[in-house]
């Protein structure tokens, strides 16, 4: 049971900071789609939701070839991230990326931009603008975003496992833990690692769904639209 909860407490360590990664990454670039127009914008918009249609094996080659032994980070710093939990962190936000990203664009094009005019007029600037209108409108849809981003890098398989192998106690995750069970036949142990997986994982579901915007509750329990 303790590599249960060493797989667990490692999955928890890659998500966080996957999500993190993917937040900073996804909201800034959701508010930039949002609020500008620029030419291409549009196709970097379908490159930067790719991986939520690409299988995880191709997303896992591209990682190799940028972040393995003689690919450009390795050649450029001479780092080479493959087989560490870091990998298993970029491959994770890479995948979680877009859950951020396409809420957080969709949450800031709901805000009135004459909201922001007005701050404006009243003597906000800049960054104040976006924490104290913008960001307060937003936030719901998305921390919704990053509840579902957290699952989707929690659960990831495919690109960590091209990335970052499974080596017990270093880079396996809970996905790559149960397959490994799986495959030496432990099915004692894999029920175990599901069990949490899907516990852990409804919980951030239930989350992310009452954090979406219109989902709230009246006085009698009813859904209110």
Not at 105 to 121: K, M, S, T, W, Y
Not at 122 to 129: A, D, E, H, P
Not at 142 to 159: N, P, Q
């Amino acid at each position: 049971m303790a590599s249960a909860w060493i797989a667990l407490s490692l999955s928890l360590k890659v998500a966080g900071w996957a999500t993190a990664v993917a937040s900073v990454l996804g909201v800034a670039l959701g508010y930039l789609f949002a609020r500008c127009r620029f030419p291409g914008r549009e196709l970097l918009d379908a490159l930067l939701t790719l991986p939520m249609v690409l299988p995880p094996t191709v997303l896992g080659y591209y990682l190799l070839v940028i972040i393995g032994r003689g690919g450009w980070l390795y050649d450029t710093f001479g780092i080479s991230l493959v087989f560490t939990w870091q990998g298993a962190v970029v491959a994770a936000s890479l995948v979680a990326f877009p859950l951020v990203f396409k809420p957080a664009r969709a949450a800031f094009e709901g805000v009135d931009p004459r909201l922001e005019q007005a701050a404006r007029a009243l003597g906000l600037r800049g960054i104040q603008v976006f924490l104290r209108v913008t960001l307060p409108l937003a936030w719901r849809a998305i921390l919704a975003g990053l509840l579902l981003a957290f699952a989707r890098a929690l659960g990831e398989f495919g690109a960590t496992l091209m990335v970052a192998g499974s080596i017990p106690g270093e880079t396996q995750t809970l996905s790559l833990a149960v397959y490994d069970a799986v495959q030496a036949g432990r099915e004692d142990l894999a029920n175990r690692l599901v069990l949490i997986t899907s516990l852990v994982c409804v919980l951030v579901l239930l989350g992310a769904v009452r954090l979406l915007p219109g989902h709230k509750m009246n006085r009698g329990g009813s859904r209110v639209p």
